[in-house]
């Protein structure tokens, strides 16, 4: 297909609305191209309310010249999937739903979208002593394995698993959402953009010359106002 005729993501959503689900209660286009995040490889992120739908489905197909992901709820099996993405601190859905634009609208619409904005707002809940503790064993296990480590090919994937690991635990401390791939450093950005930046330089330091000092700081510093690094003594019942 030429890409000039291609139509442009809101008017390609409502055409798949229209075509795909004319007898829906209600939908939302989400995703990066309402945020003015796409990429040459962004799809549409489309969500779909329907009363009529037993079971909820996600579906990934191809529409107007786009790539679609489109995700099917009806007006109960939403808050499952809400729950579970606060669950798990990772408010996929909620955001969609909270942030999406509407291309059909229904009176239900704007108190589900209230709800998911509220979620949104609230942030996930604080982790306790004992879940803060465990987090920082971990951290500190795989912090000694990067540092003692002498081989490239090993320290590559345990710097990456740091990474994450060190991303969730100064998200969730502070009560914040956290991702995963590109999302680990939107969801620092949203949290702290100097922090985020301070934290993208001292691993991108590490790829680049292998230079490991900048990363070790970094996770040290971060567990420092919990009590630093945590091995001896620990146990889990």
Known sequence: MDTRSIPAP??????FIKDRFPFCDAALLAGSVV???????SDLDIVVFDCKV???YRE???AFGWPVEVFVHNFHSYKQFFESDAKRARPSLPRMVAEGIILKNSDVLPAIREEAATIIENGPEMWTEKEIEMKRYFITDTLDDFIGSTKRVEELFIANALADLLHEFVLRTNKHWIGN???????????????AESFVQAFDNYYRIGEKSQVIELAESILEPFGGKLFEGFSIK
């Open 35 to 41: 945020r003015g995040e796409a990429t040459p490889t």
């Open 10 to 15: 809101i008017e390609a959503a409502k055409r």
């Open 54 to 56: 037993t079971s909820p």
């Open 181 to 195: 791939s590109k999302w680990m450093f939107r969801e620092l950005t949203r949290f702290d953009p100097q922090f």
């Open 60 to 62: 990934s197909l191809r």
